[in-house]
């Protein structure tokens, strides 16, 4: 067991749209989160070989592995990390798929970011075990 | 008795009297004066019109005797019309033909006899003209020509009366089949007129000035009508009322009396007489309904257009007005009250959020009118995004319970605009009761009549509606929220989806409790789920 960064908790924003990610590592940032970003599930997939994570949040729609592909993939290999979608008003169907493969929660775009922080919080909230315990 | 051979042309004589339809008529002025003249000029008691008819003399006008006919056998007349001149008995008493004819034996005892036959243009002798005297006598050359000339008078006079009988009959059918003309024309509830070369209303029929707002036809006819109801500078129909085959003008605006007018359709064709056009009838309906769909339909075409449109552009505007909006509103959480920029950070904001908002209603339509559709269960619309709706209640300390009735029959409907009705539902609920509070999900199978309904109820323990909004709740771009928080679509969106699938929408509204209803028509196809026939 080895804990990389018991102070600061580490979020991986994966979308394709970079204006948005931009948005995300300031405001996550600023309250004390360390922030990657990735711009599809492949790099998000790399990113997560590299590295642990507290929370994954990732869009649906993506151009090379979308959000559902990430989703499935970090289940299996990473099943402890919580993975956050962010969906769009056209893709709730698609959102409901997520919940029933295991997300922890989804949230409609445009994103609300005191929600999204509050929600953050919510989840580095939990207990050790399920949370801060990285890399096993 | 010798009777009078008949003539080599008796059936065309007959024929031809019959065609003057003057036997057994009501005695004539006109005859009568002639007939006295003829006894007058010649100085007899007796002066008769005689028409020879099949068996009988028959007398359209007499002076001197009673009887209205006689018997064809013992006729002179029947005599006289062989020959195509005068005939002449001067003594019938000793003349063989007519010694014992009971004309000459009784009453009224004719002695002398002197006729001119009445002789048509063809050359048939219908009958004669004739003078008779009780005593044996002989006329003048001076009277015969006289004779003559009032025979020829007789003929003429029954010429103008055939003439003027065949004119009356003529009008008679005229009219009624003018009447019925009109009858036909005026049952139309299309507007016919017809004008003259100039323009000028002929004619015109009831519709016509019921269309146009006058209070009866009279007051069409002689109007200039292309100044009158049709204002455009280029008349169509003048335009080729010259050798032009006819016109057709499906959208045009014609104007009433009272200065309003109306959009119609009309055609025109050109009036014939002798290969000549001499005017057109123009006949138009009002097509303000017709005009009234079209533009309906227009309006929904656009729509779905903007729509199209919308829906590919919204996704690469939304993105970007989305960071916009982020950055401007994270910027504003971090500014201090009174900060120089806060004022420019706001403004910044509420026209990104105008923009967004924009997007957003441009979004809605491009969703609502063309989706296909497919039995679905409500239930497990409602288990789908209840789950969405749970995530959501999770942030606050709402309780959301279920309760779906087992076997619901199947709507027709599409599963993605369903699950968009409950979450919306859902999420005013949710913003409705805040922090905490109980949303109630609840489903039931309804019959009204022959009429079978799936309902949803969504029940929220929030604040209420107060009732001066409540009938406000459906408008689109209604709301109640801040600006910028609400699009003022959600329960719209609602209300269009659940139209669009034959449904209705109820809300129940007091504090501390709202309900909304929606019901959707049960799916007849398939009425009932498969698996109902295993319940027992």
């Known amino acids: 067991v080895k804990i990389t960064s018991p102070q600061r908790p580490r979020v991986l924003i994966v979308d394709d749209e970079p204006g948005l990610r931009a948005l995300l590592e300031w405001e996550l940032s600023d309250h004390g989160i360390e922030v990657k970003t990735a711009r599809d599930g492949e790099e998000a997939t790399q990113l997560v070989e590299q590295m642990p994570f507290d929370i994954v949040l990732t869009d649906l729609t993506m151009p090379k592995a979308d959000g559902l592909v990430l989703l499935e993939h970090l289940k299996k290999t990473k099943p402890e990390t919580p993975v956050i979608i962010a969906t769009g008003f056209g893709t709730v169907e698609t959102a409901v798929q997520a919940m029933q493969k295991g997300a922890y929660d989804f949230l409609l775009k445009p994103l609300d970011v005191p929600k999204l922080i509050a929600l953050i919080q919510k989840v580095l909230r939990r207990p050790p075990s399920s949370c801060l315990c990285r890399g096993l | ?536």
Not at chain 2, 107 to 116: K, L, S, T
Not at chain 2, 267 to 275: E, Q, V
Not at chain 2, 323 to 342: C, H
Not at chain 2, 510 to 519: A, D, L, R, S
């Open chain 2, 1 to 536: 008795v010798q009777k009078a051979s008949l003539p080599l042309n008796e059936q065309e004589r007959l024929e031809a009297l019959q065609r003057y339809e003057i036997l057994d008529t009501e005695g004539e002025e006109a005859f009568d004066e002639l007939t006295s003249l003829a006894a007058s000029i010649c100085g007899t008691p007796i002066a008769m019109m005689s028409l020879i008819d099949t068996h009988r003399q028959w007398f359209k006008s007499k002076v001197g005797v009673e009887a209205t006919e006689t018997s064809r056998d013992i006729a002179f007349c029947a005599h006289g019309i062989l020959g195509k001149e005068m005939f002449v008995i001067p003594d019938a008493s000793k003349d063989s033909r007519f010694v014992d004819n009971p004309l000459v034996t009784q009453d009224p005892h004719i002695r002398f006899y002197a006729g001119v036959p009445l002789v048509t243009a063809e050359g048939q002798t219908l009958g004669m003209l004739c003078v008779n005297d009780r005593i044996p006598r002989d006329l003048t050359v001076s009277q015969k020509n006289a004779l003559r000339t009032l025979g020829r008078q007789v003929m003429n006079l029954l010429d103008m009366r055939r003439t003027m009988t065949a004119l009356a009959r003529a009008q008679k059918d005229l009219k009624q089949r003018e009447e019925q003309l009109h009858l036909l024309l005026n049952s139309t509830e299309e507007g016919v007129y017809g004008i003259d070369l100039e323009g000028t209303c002929t004619w015109a029929n009831r519709a016509c000035a019921k269309l146009l707002h006058y209070a009866g036809v009279e007051e069409l006819i002689g109007k200039k009508m292309h100044e009158t109801i049709h204002h455009i500078e280029e008349c169509p129909i003048e335009q080729w009322l010259g050798p032009a085959k006819g016109t057709h003008v499906d959208s045009d605006v014609l104007w009433r009396s009272d200065g309003t007018c109306f959009p119609a359709e009309y055609w025109a064709h050109p009036i014939l007489r002798d290969g000549k056009t001499v005017g057109a009838v123009v006949s138009f309906i009002d097509i303000t309904e017709r005009k009234r769909l079209e533009l309906g339909m227009r309006q929904s075409e656009k729509m779905s257009a903007v729509g199209q449109l919308a829906g590919g552009v919204a996704h690469e505007i939304n993105n970007p007005l989305g960071v916009i909006l982020g950055f401007t509103q994270g910027m504003l959480r971090r500014a201090s009250p009174g900060d120089l920029y806060e004022m420019p950070l706001k403004a910044v904001e509420r026209e990104a959020i105008r923009c967004k908002n924009l997007v957003q209603d441009l979004l809605t339509f491009s969703r609502t009118s063309k989706a296909d559709r497919e039995p679905m269960d409500l239930n497990q619309a409602i288990e789908g995004a209840s789950s969405l709706i749970m995530a959501q209640a999770r942030l606050g300390q709402i309780e959301v319970k279920k309760d779906l009735a087992p076997h619901m029959p199947h709507i027709l409907g599409n599963p993605n605009q369903i699950q968009q009705v409950i979450i919306n539902l859902g999420n005013n609920a949710l913003d409705a009761m805040g922090k905490q509070g109980t949303l109630r999900l609840r489903t039931e199978c309804l019959s009204e009549g022959s009429r079978s309904w799936v309902c949803l109820y969504v029940t929220d323990t929030g604040s209420g509606i107060p009732p001066t909004i409540l009938p406000r709740i459906f408008e689109p771009f209604f709301t109640t929220k801040p600006l910028g928080q609400g699009t003022g679509l959600g329960l719209g969106l609602v209300h269009e989806i659940v139209q669009k699938h034959s449904g209705t929408v109820d809300v129940k509204s007091q504090p501390g409790c709202t309900e909304f209803c929606i019901k959707f028509p049960v799916h007849r196809q398939s009425a009932l789920p498969e698996n109902r026939s295993f319940d027992h």
